[in-house]
T-cell receptor, first 117, second 115 residues
Framework: DGGITQSPKYLFRKEGQNVTLSCEQNLNHDAMYWYRQDPGQGLRLIYYSQIVNDFQKGDIAEGYSVSREKKESFPLTVTSAQKNPTAFYLCASSIGQGRSSGANVLTFGAGSRLTVL | AQKVTQAQTEISVVEKEDVTLDCVYE???????LFWYKQPPSGELVFLIR??????QNEISGRYSWNFQKSTSSFNFTITASQVVDSAVYFCALSGRGSNYKLTFGKGTLLTVNP
């Protein structure tokens, strides 16, 4: 079955440590996204990538980094510079603007919950 | 700038009741898209509907229906004869050319359907 796999599902981190969240998709989608969700808040865009080897900052990119070396993979690193990293992180993908017009439907992974101790 | 407001933070109903989730949006784009997503307790967002700004016809899918009114900038979602499995957080989202089609999400409405 096609879909998005995020790992780990739960992650605990000590302050000052960097952690990397994995996101893999087998949907042959060009675009991938990372969102952060806090209790009672909507989803806020951290980074997105429309094509391999290219990515752009979203609304809250500070303290995060990404890479897009393969079409299928879009890992997110939460660095020690992120002041309040405890949150639920969602990865998503879509066909991408190059193969469609207008707004694309996003397919989401099951999320990764990061807790800083 | 785009904005989506879901004024209802939490709604609680008894099974079989009808419930309407409100969504009001702001955008300067003339071409835009509206979405509803469902987030069950498992955490994964599930796509429900996408509607573009040129199509104001209401849509019905089983027990779900959507009322799009450009005059009031609203895109409300109604669940008829609610069921316990409908319990989830529901997000309304907006996408337009001005934001390069990135999605702007509302804060979500937590719907609890009690047996």
């Amino acid at each position: 079955d096609g879909g998005i796999t995020q790992s780990p599902k739960y992650l605990f981190r000590k302050e000052g440590q960097n952690v990397t969240l994995s996101c893999e998709q087998n949907l042959n989608h060009d675009a991938m996204y990372w969102y952060r969700q806090d209790p009672g808040q909507g989803l806020r865009l951290i980074y997105y990538s429309q094509i391999v080897n290219d990515f752009q900052k979203g609304d809250i990119a500070e303290g995060y980094s990404v890479s897009r070396e393969k079409k299928e993979s879009f890992p997110l690193t939460v660095t020690s510079a992120q002041k309040n990293p405890t949150a639920f992180y969602l990865c998503a993908s879509s066909i991408g603007q190059g193969r469609s017009s207008g707004a694309n439907v996003l397919t989401f992974g099951a999320g990764s919950r990061l807790t800083v101790l | 700038a785009q904005k989506v407001t879901q004024a209802q933070t939490e709604i609680s109903v008894v099974e079989k009741e009808d419930v309407t989730l409100d969504c009001v949006y702001e955008t300067r784009d003339t071409t835009y898209y509206l979405f509803w997503y469902k987030q069950p307790p498992s955490g994964e967002l599930v796509f429900l509907i996408r509607r573009n700004s040129f199509d104001e016809q209401n849509e019905i899918s089983g027990r779900y229906s959507w009322n799009f009114q450009k005059s009031t900038s609203s895109f409300n979602f109604t669940i008829t004869a609610s069921q316990v499995v409908d319990s989830a957080v529901y997000f309304c989202a907006l996408s337009g050319r001005g934001s390069n089609y990135k999605l702007t999400f509302g804060k979500g409405t937590l719907l609890t359907v009690n047996p």
